[in-house]
């Protein structure tokens, strides 16, 4: 089955700077990528999702990139704000979007230091 | 906003319980899910659903049940709750769009077994 590896686990950044979240994918076959914001308090939240017929997609201040060949994606978020702090999840699925076959990374607590 | 919700947030409950954790959602989704979130933040799919009298198993082997009556409610129960089964709870319902798919996740249900 499919694993999904994500780093760093804690990745801690002054307020302004760009922050970058890393995960690897052992299925060729999964064709979406998705990345949750969850917040202390509450369930996770989509902020971003890629699908495997384009390589980079930008929404604001955040981006996600996408090499299938290298199977890794990775999200990135500049000018961080204290709002961003949050834990992050990539995932990965073979079925196109949505949450059928989510595997899910194991997150990374992003800390925002003013 | 997402219109799923879970109650309760969180309860407190003696050993040899039966409990019933409530998931429910207003956007007419065919699809649910229950993932558990153990301590360091991982997500495990528990149950899921494609719909009224529909429920698998996910990855992860639960103790507990599922049922699915109607389309916008799907309550997980313990029958017999243990200090194993204290974790977070959360719910997920996704449309069946296929590639245009989004998952929803509810609050969460942090339970406590003692």
């Known amino acids: 089955g499919e694993n999904v590896e994500q780093h760093p686990s804690t990745l801690s950044v002054q307020e302004g700077d760009s922050a970058v979240i890393k995960c690897t994918y052992s299925?060729?076959?999964?064709?979406?990528f998705p990345w949750y914001k969850q917040e202390l308090g509450k369930g996770p939240q989509l902020i971003i999702d890629i699908r495997s017929n384009v390589g980079e997609k930008k929404d604001q201040r955040i981006a996600v990139t996408l090499n299938k060949t290298a199977k890794h994606f990775s999200l990135h978020i500049t000018e961080t704000q204290p709002e961003d702090s949050a834990v992050y999840f990539c995932?990965?699925?073979?079925?196109?979007?949505?949450?059928?076959?989510?595997?899910f990374g194991k997150g990374t607590h992003l800390i925002i230091q003013p | 906003e997402a219109d799923i919700y879970q109650t309760p947030r969180y309860l407190v409950i003696g050993t040899g319980k039966k409990i019933t954790l409530e998931c429910s959602q207003t956007?007419?989704?065919?699809?649910m899910y229950w993932y558990q979130q153990d301590p360091g933040m991982e997500l495990h799919l528990i149950h899921y659903s494609y719909g009224v009298n529909s429920t698998e198993k996910g990855d992860l082997s639960s103790e507990s049940t599922v049922s699915r009556i109607r389309t916008e409610h799907f309550p997980l129960t313990l029958e017999s709750a243990r200090p194993s089964h204290t974790s977070q709870y959360l719910c997920?319902?996704?449309?069946?769009?296929?590639?245009?798919?989004?998952?929803?996740f509810g609050q969460g249900t942090r339970l406590t077994v003692v």
């Open positions: 995932a990965a699925s073979i079925y196109g979007g949505g949450a059928d076959g989510l595997t």
């Open positions: 997920a319902s996704s449309d069946d769009s296929g590639g245009r798919a989004e998952a929803f």
């Open positions: 956007m007419g989704h065919d699809k």
């Open positions: 299925d060729s076959a999964s064709n979406y």
